[in-house]
């Protein structure tokens, strides 16, 4: 049984919007932190967004330079579920997007890989431009 499974991508123009899901299947789901990240054509994989929400007092959201602005990452606590809104979307975008998971959240390497060790299968975003 797969831990992380993405749904949402699809093909879209410049300037659409698509919407992301990843269900995460883990036990204490709470104690994860998440992110999403993406592998473009011939590029290494790059860091999207990542979420951390522990306490109102512990709790970070990152983002990638180039998405700033464009896209939002959020929590459904009630249904285990990652979610990714993109916007304004470029062809640059173009590329499969991976939901991945941690339980050790430090928030200087919430966008490197490397340091999450469960991941989705993944699911492809096209914007033809």
């Known amino acids: 049984q797969r831990l992380l499974v993405e749904s949402g991508g699809g093909s879209v123009q410049a300037g659409g919007s698509l919407r992301l899901s990843c269900a995460v299947r883990?036990?204490?789901?709470?104690?994860?932190?998440l992110a999403w990240f993406r592998q473009a054509p011939g590029k290494e994989r790059e860091g999207v967004a990542s979420i951390y929400i522990r306490t109102s007092n512990s709790n970070y959201v990152d983002y990638a330079d180039s998405v700033k602005g464009r896209f939002t990452i959020s929590l459904d606590n009630a249904k285990n579920t990652l979610s990714l809104q993109m916007n304004s979307l470029q062809p640059e975008d173009t590329g499969i997007y991976y939901c991945a998971a941690r339980r050790a959240c430090p928030r200087a390497s919430a966008l490197v890989g490397p340091t999450y060790y469960l991941w989705g299968q993944g699911t492809q975003v096209t914007v033809s431009s």
């Open positions: 883990v036990d204490t789901y709470s104690t994860y932190c």
